[in-house]
């Protein structure tokens, strides 16, 4: 158990619509990074915040948001679904901000968008 | 555009023997790699680092290679044991962002 937790696990959901993915950092753990991982394909960093505030930004589209919470979990928010956005989302956490910092990864959110 | 690349989907190696997975990678401005273990059904797990300084880094049976003339990174697994059985990803990273390969999964043979 990495300590960094997930929910929900599993979402099915229609193209068009909406979606809130949440993930709770390990205790003690600053920085939340976001990951999209499609069929077949490696791990698209999307995002990371640092204590409340952006520190990186990668491939993320611009139907998709997140924000990180004064209690330092963090949501990732898509919107206008896509076929193409299902994949398994990983969130991670870790104590700093920097690269050398090692980043715990949740088990993921699994999104089916029929 | 895939930064990263791990050019063998699977491997199979016996039980006390070495396993040597590999990644390629295309941005000479990569400043930092990373190893992950990935398990069915858990998030990736982090297995070991290297920065572009160093050509090497050991941890335990664990061991990275950095070549970076030939922008080619590999992990050495000795000896291997069944329990390494799992998918492996490299990564690396350029001003905070982290690009990842595809995987490599290897199956170690009791």
């Known amino acids: 158990d990495s300590g960094v937790t997930q929910t929900p696990k599993h979402l099915i959901t229609a193209t068009g619509q909406r979606v809130t993915l949440r993930c709770s950092p390990r205790s003690g753990d600053l920085s939340v990074y976001w990951y999209q991982q499609s069929l077949d394909q490696g791990l698209q960093f999307l995002i990371q915040y640092y204590n409340g505030e952006e520190r990186a930004k990668g491939n993320i589209l611009e139907r998709f948001s997140a924000q990180q919470f004064p209690d330092l979990h963090s949501e990732l928010n898509l919107s206008s679904l896509e076929l193409g956005d299902s994949a398994l989302y990983f969130c991670?956490?870790?104590?700093?901000?920097?690269?050398?910092?090692?980043?715990?990864f949740g088990a993921g959110t699994r999104l089916s968008v029929l | 555009d895939q930064q990263v690349k791990q050019n063998s989907p699977s491997l199979s190696v016996q039980e006390g023997r070495i396993s040597i997975l590999n990644c390629d990678y295309t941005?000479?401005?990569?400043?930092?790699f990373l190893w992950y273990k990935k398990y069915p059904a858990e998030g990736p797990t982090f297995l070991i680092s290297i920065s572009s300084i160093k050509d090497k880094n050991e941890d335990g049976r664990f061991t990275v290679f950095l070549n970076k003339s030939a922008k080619h990174l590999s992990l050495h697994i000795v000896p291997s044991q069944p329990g390494d059985s799992a998918v492996y990803f490299c990564a690396a990273s350029v001003r905070n962002q982290f690009y990842f390969g595809t995987g490599t999964s290897l199956t170690v043979i009791p």
């Open positions: 941005n000479s401005m990569f400043d930092y």
């Open positions: 991670a956490s870790s104590v700093g901000s920097g690269v050398k910092n090692i980043q715990y």
